[in-house]
């Protein structure tokens, strides 16, 4: 999994519980079967496919939203925009009494270009110590000394597995007896330096307290985890083999004690086994339009059950924590409008959007007199978005286009993109940026929000095939703050005027959506999928989540210029 001790980047980055959006100015230049049944006639081919068919001893790294494409075995990121047959959304969501949709905070950072943005103090307070304990997180209990646990039977799935769906969960990898043993003996012994208890059937608890991971099944565990590295990890949870009260806390644990898990010998091999990204998933043109496809072809409706009414699936920026449900709405506005205000949105301005979403700050947009044109590669996604701007009598100002960034041609006084960059791939990053600068006026502004990582870390993952990829986010990569700021710096005209960052409100986003979706368990159940997709989805967020609690991922807002040679 993406878990590191977060490298602070030029002074700026900290780790994401500890960094709000804080309002500085950055230089432009630093043969076990669960079981198999005949193919449900209620459940959809979408709901339930699995990833690719051939399993992977890699990380797998929480990113940006997703899913499985089951039909041809993909995963599914979950940029709510995407998909069909969703209800249609509210065509400029609500705001939570109490709290101004376009609300501005007082304090003002470093100006650019003589306009001051306005500053958010309020953003970034850690979690209390005490509220993360109420919550289960790292909370000590003492360890069963010696207490041999007995075996429970194996839950499995609660609804039957189908084999063509999901091959690598139905049936374990061929294992050798010598294999499982030794990765038996190395997991034991990592898991019982940690802060938490590991529960295995049949023999005692290991661990120094804290979150409780229990293995139902150590064989079948050990088998996955030896062949498959931590890909095997995700889909023995998947499998059932394993599981916890608090999955977050014991991921969050997992994610801060990441270089303590694998043997440093391991870690100096870990380019001989490690798996490469299957060529078809690069991001080329065609390649971007074929995983932005897999990404996006589940039902809308399961998006719907756990967004709120806006659909805006990144992150929020909240008023203060614990974040509350009923505020997650006016979150997501608060959000929107600090990157139209960085971008000086406003009567008149000619906007490019990359990366439509649902539409929401499209829309937003519009609201303030801009002209908007919106690019997405996802056909459901322009269709759902049309219509939201049709119901808002926005389509004189909003143009909602089917169009690779690539492909985007005309010129904009100001370029917003909202964690879209994440599915671009280094080797695009370059086009991406220089796609911007042309695009841009002079003097024009842009404003993008990206997830992040520490830049060693990034470029020891880059190239591994990783459980993200191969169930959830096909083509993707979470860049570093240093590689965001080299790239735009060595391919464009572009200066870097401030960066914000708030890793902890994303962890509270993802928080809301989980708690969420695991409340309305029968109505995903009810949409078709089953429960192997529903513990996909699970882990994915709980893991996500974790990410960003243990300070390894971290969300950044950005404010770029191009400088006006007329002045």
Same mark, same amino acid.
């Given at each position: 999994?993406?878990?590191?001790?977060?490298?602070?980047?030029?002074?700026?980055?900290?780790?994401?519980?500890?960094?709000?959006?804080?309002?500085?100015?950055?230089?432009?230049?630093?043969?076990?079967?669960? *079981?198999?049944?005949?193919?449900?006639?209620?459940?959809?081919?979408?709901?339930?496919?699995?990833?690719?068919?051939?399993?992977?001893?890699?990380?797998?790294?929480?990113?940006?939203?997703?899913?499985?494409?089951?039909?041809?075995?993909?995963?599914?990121?979950?940029?709510?925009?995407?998909?069909?047959?969703?209800?249609?959304?509210?065509?400029?969501?609500?705001?939570?009494?109490?709290?101004?949709?376009?609300?501005?905070?007082?304090?003002?950072?470093?100006?650019?270009?003589?306009?001051?943005?306005?500053?958010?103090?309020? $953003?970034?307070?850690?979690?209390?110590?005490?509220?993360?304990?109420?919550?289960?997180?790292?909370?000590?209990?003492?360890?069963?000394?010696?207490?041999?646990?007995?075996?429970?039977?194996?839950? *499995?799935?609660?609804?039957?597995?189908?084999?063509?769906?999901?091959?690598? #969960?139905?049936?374990?990898?061929?294992?050798?007896?010598?294999?499982?043993?030794?990765?038996? *003996?190395?997991? !034991?012994?990592?898991?019982?330096?940690? +802060? =938490?208890?590991?529960?295995?059937?049949?023999?005692?608890?290991?661990?120094?307290? /804290?979150?409780?991971?229990?293995?139902?099944?150590?064989?079948?565990?050990?088998?996955?985890?030896?062949?498959? *590295?931590?890909?095997?990890? /995700?889909?023995?949870?998947?499998?059932?083999?394993?599981?916890?009260? &608090?999955?977050?806390?014991?991921?969050?644990?997992?994610?801060?004690?990441?270089?303590?898990?694998?043997?440093?010998?391991?870690?100096?091999?870990? /380019?001989?086994?490690? +798996?490469?990204?299957?060529?078809?998933?690069?991001?080329?043109?065609?390649?971007?339009?074929?995983?932005?496809?897999?990404?996006?072809?589940?039902?809308?409706?399961?998006?719907?059950?756990?967004?709120?009414?806006?659909?805006?699936?990144?992150?929020?920026?909240?008023?203060?924590?614990?974040?509350?449900? &009923?505020? =997650?709405?006016?979150?997501?506005?608060?959000?929107?409008?600090?990157?139209?205000?960085?971008?000086?949105?406003?009567?008149?301005?000619?906007?490019?959007?990359?990366?439509?979403?649902?539409?929401?700050?499209?829309?937003?947009?519009?609201?303030?007199?801009?002209?908007?044109?919106?690019?997405?590669?996802?056909?459901?996604?322009?269709?759902?978005?049309?219509? !939201?701007?049709?119901?808002?009598?926005?389509?004189?100002?909003?143009?909602?286009?089917? $169009?690779?960034?690539?492909?985007?041609?005309?010129?904009?006084?100001?370029?917003?993109?909202?964690?879209? #960059?994440?599915?671009?791939?280094?080797?695009?990053?370059?086009?991406?940026?220089?796609?911007?600068?042309?695009?841009?006026?002079? @003097?024009?502004?842009?404003?993008?929000?990206?997830?992040?990582?520490?830049?060693?870390?990034?470029?020891?993952?880059?190239?591994?095939?990783?459980?993200?990829?191969?169930?959830?986010? +096909?083509?993707?990569?979470?860049?570093?703050?240093?590689?965001?700021?080299?790239?735009?710096?060595?391919?464009?005209?572009?200066?870097?005027?401030?960066?914000?960052?708030? @890793?902890?409100?994303?962890?509270?986003?993802?928080? %809301?959506? !989980?708690?969420?979706?695991?409340?309305?368990?029968?109505?995903?159940?009810? %949409?078709?999928?089953?429960?192997?997709?529903?513990?996909?989805?699970?882990?994915?967020?709980?893991?996500?989540?974790?990410?960003?609690?243990?300070?390894?991922?971290?969300?950044?807002?950005?404010?770029?210029?191009?400088?006006?040679? /007329?002045?």
């Amino acid at each position: 999994m993406r878990t590191a001790d977060p490298n602070p980047l030029d002074g700026h980055t900290a780790p994401a519980e500890q960094t709000p959006p804080r309002e500085h100015t950055t230089p432009a230049e630093p043969t076990r079967v669960h *079981g198999a049944a005949a193919d449900p006639a209620h459940v959809h081919d979408s709901a339930t496919a699995p990833a690719r068919g051939h399993t992977t001893p890699a990380e797998p790294s929480p990113v940006h939203g997703a899913v499985v494409d089951p039909a041809r075995g993909r995963a599914v990121p979950a940029d709510p925009s995407r998909g069909h047959g969703a209800p249609a959304a509210p065509a400029r969501g609500h705001t939570d009494p109490g709290e101004s949709a376009t609300s501005r905070v007082r304090g003002t950072a470093a100006p650019a270009q003589g306009r001051a943005v306005p500053a958010d103090p309020t $953003c970034g307070h850690p979690v209390p110590a005490e509220q993360a304990a109420a919550q289960g997180y790292g909370a000590p209990v003492a360890p069963a000394q010696g207490r041999a646990v007995p075996a429970d039977p194996v839950p *499995g799935p609660a609804t039957p597995v189908e084999p063509a769906r999901w091959p690598d #969960i139905v049936v374990l990898p061929a294992a050798s007896r010598a294999r499982t043993v030794v990765t038996a *003996g190395l997991v !034991r012994r990592a898991l019982g330096r940690l +802060p =938490l208890r590991a529960r295995f059937a049949g023999s005692a608890e290991v661990g120094l307290g /804290g979150p409780l991971i229990e293995v139902r099944d150590p064989a079948a565990f050990h088998a996955r985890v030896g062949t498959n *590295g931590l890909v095997g990890f /995700g889909e023995s949870y998947m499998a059932g083999e394993w599981d916890a009260p &608090d999955p977050v806390a014991v991921l969050t644990v997992l994610a801060g004690h990441a270089a303590e898990l694998i043997p440093a010998p391991l870690q100096r091999l870990r /380019g001989l086994w490690a +798996p490469r990204h299957p060529h078809d998933e690069r991001n080329t043109p065609d390649g971007s339009r074929a995983n932005i496809s897999r990404h996006y072809d589940l039902s809308n409706d399961l998006f719907a059950l756990f967004l709120d009414d806006t659909l805006t699936y990144s992150s929020a920026v909240f008023r203060g924590f614990p974040a509350s449900r &009923d505020r =997650l709405a006016a979150a997501q506005h608060r959000k929107i409008d600090r990157l139209l205000d960085l971008a000086d949105v406003g009567e008149g301005t000619r906007l490019l959007e990359i990366g439509t979403g649902w539409g929401e700050l499209a829309l937003r947009a519009a609201a303030r007199g801009a002209r908007v044109t919106s690019l997405t590669l996802s056909r459901e996604q322009r269709a759902l978005a049309r219509q !939201r701007v049709s119901a808002a009598d926005l389509d004189e100002r909003v143009s909602i286009e089917l $169009c690779d960034y690539r492909e985007a041609r005309g010129e904009y006084d100001a370029v917003v993109s909202v964690e879209m #960059i994440e599915a671009v791939g280094a080797d695009f990053w370059p086009v991406y940026f220089r796609a911007l600068d042309q695009r841009l006026a002079p @003097g024009g502004r842009v404003a993008l929000q990206a997830i992040t990582m520490p830049h060693e870390r990034m470029l020891a993952s880059r190239d591994t095939f990783t459980w993200i990829h191969k169930y959830v986010f +096909p083509g993707g990569l979470i860049p570093s703050t240093r590689a965001i700021e080299e790239t735009a710096r060595d391919h464009t005209g572009l200066r870097l005027v401030r960066r914000d960052a708030f @890793g902890a409100h994303y962890a509270e986003t993802l928080r %809301l959506w !989980r708690e969420r979706f695991t409340e309305r368990a029968d109505a995903v159940e009810a %949409l078709g999928f089953d429960d192997v997709f529903h513990r996909l989805w699970t882990f994915y967020l709980a893991y996500s989540e974790a990410g960003f609690r243990a300070g390894y991922l971290d969300v950044q807002q950005y404010l770029f210029t191009k400088e006006n040679p /007329g002045r």
